[in-house]
């Protein structure tokens, strides 16, 4: 293998615009104003017309759309694969929902609640193991294949386990 002065590129799958980001899409900075992601727009919708980026003209747009409006850029940033750009959202996120330092009550009322298990009762009764091989009734085995008997003991030294049985087969 000759070794060559030119890089190899390769070619990766796109991921969607959601994990990307906007910030990484716009070449923005977490704390941008409206005059730096507008000017970042503008540059990043040139080089798609002039083809010197493979980013699509609608995720440019998509970008600033969701950098323009408060509650989507708070999503984007959380859901992006940027950590850079996460650092403030989980303080942002806090202080929307009422929790601060210090203070481990929440100000919001939960959706679910959990239920206690200490009452909970299986809708149906398991049996024991040991009953169950126990209740099994060996057939009777010809007698002119010897490796029969051998193996059926084999497979009922096996430990049950239900998640491992393919209804499919």
């Given at each position: 293998m000759s070794q060559s002065a030119e890089p190899i590129v390769l070619e990766l799958a796109p991921?969607?615009?959601?994990?990307?980001?906007?910030?990484?899409?716009?070449?923005?900075?977490?704390?941008?104003?409206?005059?730096?992601?507008?000017?970042?727009?503008?540059?990043?919708?040139?080089?798609?017309?002039?083809?010197?980026?493979?980013?699509?003209?609608?995720?440019?747009?998509?970008?600033?759309?969701?950098?323009?409006?408060?509650?989507?850029?708070?999503?984007?940033?959380?859901?992006?694969?940027?950590?850079?750009?996460?650092?403030?959202?989980?303080?942002?996120?806090?202080?929307?929902?009422?929790?601060?330092?210090?203070?481990?009550t929440r100000t919001w009322q939960a959706l679910d609640n959990e239920k206690t298990l200490a009452d909970y009762r299986l809708p149906a009764e398991v049996p024991d193991a040991a009953s169950v091989r126990a209740a099994l009734i060996v057939p009777k085995l010809p007698e002119d294949v010897p490796a029969v008997p051998l193996l059926l003991e084999r497979l009922a030294q096996q430990p049950l386990d239900p998640w491992a049985i393919d209804l499919k087969g």
């Open positions: 991921l969607p615009r959601e994990q990307v980001g906007p910030f990484l899409l716009l070449g923005l900075d977490k704390t941008a104003d409206k005059e730096t992601i507008d000017a970042h727009w503008a540059e990043r919708l040139k080089w798609a017309r002039k083809g010197q980026s493979k980013v699509p003209l609608e995720d440019i747009n998509w970008a600033r759309e969701v950098l323009s409006d408060i509650e989507r850029r708070i999503r984007a940033d959380a859901a992006s694969l940027n950590i850079d750009t996460t650092d403030g959202v989980l303080a942002q996120l806090a202080q929307r929902y009422g929790v601060q330092e210090g203070k481990p």
